[in-house]
Each structure stands twice: as C-alpha cells, then as structure tokens.
C-alpha cells in the first residue's frame, strides 16, 4: 500500500468516551446491553420472517436485509467500542483503522440504499395496489438488493483509496471511539484539501442518490393517502409507512450530521455517531416489531411454536 512508504505512524491512539473509570465500566454495561439487544432483536426478526411464510412478500424480504445490516453496521464498532472501554490504552493499529473505515461505509453505504429501495417498495404497495405484484417480483427485488451492495462497495473503495493515499507523521491521536475519515483528516500532515472535497462529494451524491427517491416517494405516498375516503383506509395506509420514515430520519439524520459537519471533536460528534452506528440498529427492530400488527402476530405464532416444540 502507499502508506506504507511514506507513513511512519503504525498505529492510532483512541480518546474513546471517557478517561474517567467508573464511568468507563458503566459506559461498558451500557453498549454491553445496547449490543446483546441489537443482536437479540435483529436476530428475532431475521427468524420470524424467515420461519413465517405469511412474511414472504416484498416488504419483509427487504426488511430482513435491513436486518441483517444492522447486524454487521452494530458489529463493525461496537464490539471494538467495548474492547476499548476495559482497556487502559486504547490503540487501532493503521490497518485496522483503514478497514474499520471501509466497512463502516460498505454497511452504512449498503442501508442508506437499502432505505431507498423500501420507499419504492411502499409507493409500489400504496400508490399502485393492483400492479404491486407485478412490480415488485422476486427477481427485481433480489436485483434491487444486490445493487445496493455493489454501489456501496464501489462507493467505499473509493473511500478507503482517500485514506491509503494520506500521510501521517506526527499526530496519532484519534478525538473519537472509532475511525472515521472526517476524524483522520486533521492527522494527515500531507495536503488534504483535494480528499476533502472528493469526500463531500462523494457523501452528497450517495445521500442525495438515495434520499431524493425516499422524498418522492412519500411525496407520492401522502398524496394518494391524503385522497383515501375512509379515515381507517388512511390510517391504515400510513401505518405501512411510518415505522419507515422514522428509520429514515434516525439513519439519515445522524449520518449527515456527522460527515457534512466540519469535525470538531465535542460531543456532538461522538453523538451522531453512536446514534446511527449503535443506537440505530437497536431501534429498527423495535420499530418494526412494536408499530407492525403482522410482524407482531407473527412474533407471537413463532415463539408459541417453539414453546409448543419443546414441551
């Protein structure tokens, strides 16, 4: 690699979230139970859909792999997270760091797309009824996923190649918990305002690519709801959606303030960070478990399935 030539640091120094030890081991049993939970939770959903043939439409098909996305984007910084908060030092080496970068925004990169493709499937369901079954076939939506992860993976080789291309020198302090590129940038003693702006660039069409299908189509969406006669029908038709939107604005919202906002190194950027690298990930399946009645139902008959097979 590049670096390697020119690089003389070989490993970073983590802040972390606190220096303070009581607070460390508290902070510890905190995101010990955020992840347990992250990884129960997601998990169950993962099983019930699979487990329920009630659940093998579309929607569910995507929700799963939302799921399962959560499950890599929770583990690729908390576990780390966790390791460092039990130690009195706490180091990544560069490697480490590069590839905690790299899948940081493979995974994030993967569910922004992920979220896109979900609100077409919602305008599909809600504005197209009839059609829905043709639209949203089984191939398209194996083709939709796939494409969410290849556009995120070259997404993140680009990435990755603006943070191989950056010297470090003297500076090996990382003001964070985990690597980020908006948090290397301040280490790199070489000319960075080139990576700076490819990084904008780069964060602004992806979140543009993937946020403006989501504003359209529940542009859409509201229009056709707003036209439903019966106050139960648009009750109904917005419920399908709502657990959604609120994951769209946890994700997007942290996601874009943490790397369109110029890094500081305060707490609003460890903030913004845990929201939508530990928080988020607990939080979808509890908002699709809690505000959906038929994935409810279907967490009921699977666990009296089980509960039947081992009496």
Known sequence: MAWRNHSIITEFILTGLSDDPHIQALLFVLFLGIYLLTMMGNLMLLLVIRTDSRLHTPMYFFLSNLSFLDLCFSSVTVPKLLKDLLSEKKTISVEGCLAQVFFVFITAG?????????AYDRYAAICHPLLYGQVMSSQLC??????SWGLASLNSVIIVLLAINLDFCEAQTIHHYTCELPSLFPLSCSDI?????ILI?????HGLGTFLPIFFSYTRIVSTILRISSTSGRSKAFSTCSSHLMAVILFFGSGLIRYLMPTSGSSLDLLSSLQYSAVTPLVNPLIYSLKNVEVKAAVRRTVEKYLHYFR
Request: hydrophobic share 65%; with cysteine; proline share 0%.
């Open 142 to 147: 194996v083709r939709l996923v796939l494409a």
């Open 201 to 205: 660039c780069s964060i602004l069409l």
């Open 110 to 118: 993967t569910e922004a797309f992920l979220l896109s493709v979900m």
């Open 193 to 197: 305002s080139i990576n700076i702006d």
